[in-house]
């Protein structure tokens, strides 16, 4: 269980970072535009990186590029379900006209609804995982070259 508590540690405080962000762009009338969610990228990818970076101080002789690559999709995945079930509730409960304002800024006639919407919040925040982890992990691996 050790082993689990520091990336979900790290995954809560990524996602009370992600949703504290998206609070912030509401306050000023920013957060239907989606230009402002690329930072949600290096936001969770800071939360990776220091989890990663944690858990090899903890451990530098066990630690390996397996132990790290977990450590950083546990941190992204709790992080991306807490925003996203964050994201449901604010687009349903407090803010019911942000679905309609946000399609509004794409600027087009999508068919859409709040579940589809919420998938591919979803997904982008895996997505965003899965690249960040891998990109971290290059600077945390054993170097093998010989030099």
Same mark, same amino acid.
């Given at each position: 269980?050790k082993n689990l508590s520091l990336p979900i540690r790290f995954g809560i405080v990524t996602s @009370?970072?992600? !949703? /504290?962000?998206? $609070?912030? $762009?509401? $306050? &000023? ?5 989606? /230009?402002?969610? *690329?930072v949600n990228a290096f936001i969770t990818g800071f939360g990776i990186y220091e989890a990663i970076?944690?858990s090899k101080l903890e451990d530098q002789m066990g630690f390996t590029y397996g132990e790290g690559? +977990?450590?950083? !999709? !546990?941190?992204? *995945?709790? @992080? =991306?379900?807490?925003?996203? &079930?964050?994201?449901?509730?604010? @687009?349903?409960?407090?803010?019911? @006209?942000? $679905? =309609?304002?946000?399609?509004? #800024? ?7 609804? !709040?579940? %589809?919407?919420?998938?591919? &919040?979803?997904? %982008?925040?895996? /997505?965003?995982?899965? &690249?960040? =982890?891998? =990109?971290?992990?290059?600077?945390? +691996? #054993?170097?093998?070259?010989? /030099?």
């Amino acid at each position: 269980m050790k082993n689990l508590s520091l990336p979900i540690r790290f995954g809560i405080v990524t996602s @009370a970072v992600l !949703i /504290a962000y998206f $609070l912030v $762009l509401s $306050l &000023v009338d920013k957060h239907t535009n989606p /230009a402002f969610s *690329f930072v949600n990228a290096f936001i969770t990818g800071f939360g990776i990186y220091e989890a990663i970076r944690l858990s090899k101080l903890e451990d530098q002789m066990g630690f390996t590029y397996g132990e790290g690559f +977990k450590t950083g !999709i !546990i941190t992204g *995945f709790v @992080a =991306t379900i807490l925003f996203t &079930v964050f994201f449901l509730f604010y @687009a349903t409960e407090i803010n019911s @006209a942000f $679905l =309609t304002n946000l399609l509004e #800024k794409i600027q087009g006639s999508f068919n859409v609804d !709040i579940g %589809m919407v919420t998938f591919v &919040v979803a997904v %982008m925040g895996l /997505a965003t995982t899965v &690249v960040s =982890t891998l =990109t971290v992990m290059q600077l945390f +691996k #054993k170097s093998r070259n010989i /030099a």
